[in-house]
């Protein structure tokens, strides 16, 4: 079976990933959500995601919280429209560690659970995924988890087991606008 890496941005949008890939690759999830804003919020959101992964029984890996380096990548793009080129920034930040972090543990391909949400942009995601796919020899896979209902059956898995679900995408700059991310 293939070794894929599975960038994780949030327990809740990992969870159908691991549902519907489970059976096809021998995934390695790597949680990498460096920039949430206030700290504690970050804790809350790695909780969830620790229990979905065990709950799946899931290998993982977690990256480290940082969030000067996101605020150093994203001067002048601080106040950018969701989608914009602030959230570019942020999804290449994300995805060049977990295309490191793929090479590092000889995994033969990577993709994101970003490409799960309706507040993304997925033509974006896979451009950014190929490139680094390019750069770094192992093929991004392009999945499109909102598919299928795969955000509402995220919602209804969050539901059913009791998972922390958050309000708003992540940064200071979405949690100050929540109303914009708002998604129950
Ligand atoms: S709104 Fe979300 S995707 Fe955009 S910069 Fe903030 S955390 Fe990143």
Redesign the pocket.
């Known amino acids: 079976m293939q070794k894929l890496l599975l960038h994780v941005c949030c327990g809740p949008d990992a969870s159908i990933p691991f549902l519907d890939l489970r059976d096809q690759y021998d995934i390695l999830a790597f949680w990498y959500d460096p920039?949430?804003h206030p700290e504690a919020e970050y804790w809350k959101r790695l909780r969830a995601f620790r229990e979905v992964a065990e709950r799946e029984n899931i290998t993982f890996l977690e990256g480290a919280y940082e969030p000067d380096v996101?605020f150093r990548l994203?001067q002048g793009h601080e106040h950018e429209p969701?989608?914009g080129s602030?959230?570019t920034?942020?999804?290449s930040f994300r995805m060049k560690r977990a295309v490191e972090v793929a090479v590092e543990n000889g995994c033969s391909a990577w993709t994101t659970s970003l490409n799960i949400s309706p507040?993304?942009n997925f033509e974006t995601l896979t451009a950014i995924g190929t490139a680094l796919a390019a750069q770094h020899g192992i093929p991004y896979l392009a999945i499109p988890f909102f598919k299928k209902n795969g955000f509402a059956r995220s919602v209804a898995y969050c539901k059913e087991y009791g998972i922390y679900r958050q309000k708003y995408?992540?940064?200071v700059?979405?949690e100050t606008y929540p109303e914009k991310?708002q998604i129950s």
């Open positions: 920039n949430i996101f994203v969701e989608k602030r959230c920034i942020c999804y507040h993304k995408c992540g940064c700059y979405s991310f």
